[in-house]
DNA sequence: TCATGAATACTTGCCTGACAATTCTGCGCG
DNA sequence: CGCGCAGAATTGTCAGGCAAGTATTCATGA
């Protein structure tokens, strides 16, 4: 049958192009967590070959988008509530470095600033998907504004899972995108005003909230299964 | 002809003993930097297939521990200040997050007091690449006995970096191995007495000791060339 | 009927071999 | 002495294949 040769790649190499392809289909969850991805599967949807689709499954494994172990099919994960908390220590970590940083120069990345403009654009008409993606875009533009190359190295590695939760839970939205919207706000004002500590604080505040949230989503609905740390560290 | 197959693979599987074997002699300084590293060469080395090594390699770069850009063979880095500042700041930023953890439980993680005990045993003895790995190995401790997952990775990756330019120093050491222990101590003092503030503090100075030892070195020697930043992120 | 074990299909790990595209190197020419 | 160009070296990608491990199904025995 004529199953493959239907989702089209991008521009670039042909291995990034894949990459980010299905990075993007797993984020948008338009993969289902705990669905199975076998490497002749992407192999056969985009038409390339098995060894590049198995350099792409070991690309997103090793960002978090994809688990798996020996000789086992790669699945996308849901995340747990231990799993969300972790993610989302790990996250302050990284934020509250870079709005401290920052704050401590008192300047605003103007990258932060247009990602927060059109945050407050897709505020009420645009789709879901839309909103999450200028959600990201601010943060990633306030880490990034630190300039250093490491810092947004990782934190590029959570927002990618962060993106992932957010995205599976997609139907279910309860937020209300102008109230995070303000919350950013009061990061910004507080960077501008050299303030590190009320930064810091009110950007801890932005975060547990998301954290809350998406704790709570996940027990009303699917509790569903945790999956078992994959290994343990020697 | 018999020019392969000379460095012994250890006893995992093979793709994952490749990776290990060599990162371990890029980390050493075995690998000089600025040596370029091609899949052939590393593939007849150790008599593997090309795609093998070429899958190692292109980990070893995920992990900062070699720069390649497209078409290009890849070659170890050597770090310049800027990058060692760099560097610096995203080990402090995950390294004070985990002292500050422990401290507010006032848990001190076993294996650093192992860690911390097997440093002042290799203190006068020991060969300076024991010295090292016990140092790492105790600050790896620290950070893994947070237990998060997420933190210990992003960690795993900063200290691969700090290993290979410390590596890179191996021959000049000036540093006198007790006292970074003591540092290690009081760190640990403030973590007991559950002093979150007292612990980042001393993390803090330890620290930068460290990095002001190796700019200092950097300095006084080979100034040489600092590669610029190979990608500008978008 | 249900549980247990064996045979089969599926999937991944790794290999050989090959061709195209790109980058690097050295040589000759203006 | 600078410049461009041909050849060499290196990587990107592919095809095909075998071995080994995992999951699934089916048949057999209690």
Redesign the pocket.
């Known amino acids: 049958m004529d199953s493959q040769g239907s989702f089209p790649l991008g521009p670039s190499?042909?291995?990034?192009a894949l990459y980010e392809s299905v990075r993007k289909r797993i984020v948008n969850g338009e993969i289902a967590p705990g669905e199975k991805?076998?490497?002749?599967r992407i192999a056969s949807e985009y038409?390339?070959?098995?060894?590049?689709a198995?350099a792409c499954?070991e690309r997103l494994t090793a960002l978090g988008l994809l688990r798996r172990s020996?000789?086992?099919?790669?699945v996308v994960p849901k995340l747990g509530e231990d799993e969300i908390r972790d993610l989302y220590f790990s996250r302050e970590t990284v934020e509250r470095a870079a709005v401290a940083a920052l704050a401590r120069r008192g300047v605003v990345p103007p990258a932060a600033v247009r990602a927060q403009a059109a945050m407050k654009a897709a505020a009420t008409d645009m789709a879901f998907e839309s909103q999450v993606e200028a959600d990201i875009a601010f943060h990633s533009a306030l880490v990034a504004g630190v300039g250093s190359r490491r810092l947004s190295r990782m934190h590029e590695v959570i927002l990618g899972e962060v993106h992932l939760t957010m995205g599976q839970f997609q139907a279910h939205r309860t937020t209300h995108p102008m109230n995070v919207a303000h919350e950013h706000d009061a990061i910004l004002k507080a960077i501008e005003d050299a303030d590190p500590e009320a930064a810091q604080q009110r950007l801890t505040h932005h975060l547990d909230q998301a954290q809350d949230r998406l704790i709570g989503q996940l027990r009303r609905e699917g509790g569903a299964v945790e999956e078992p740390p994959e290994e343990a560290p020697a």
């Open positions: 190499s042909l291995t990034e991805l076998t490497e002749v038409n390339v070959a098995r060894p590049t198995k499954l020996v000789h086992k099919t790669a």
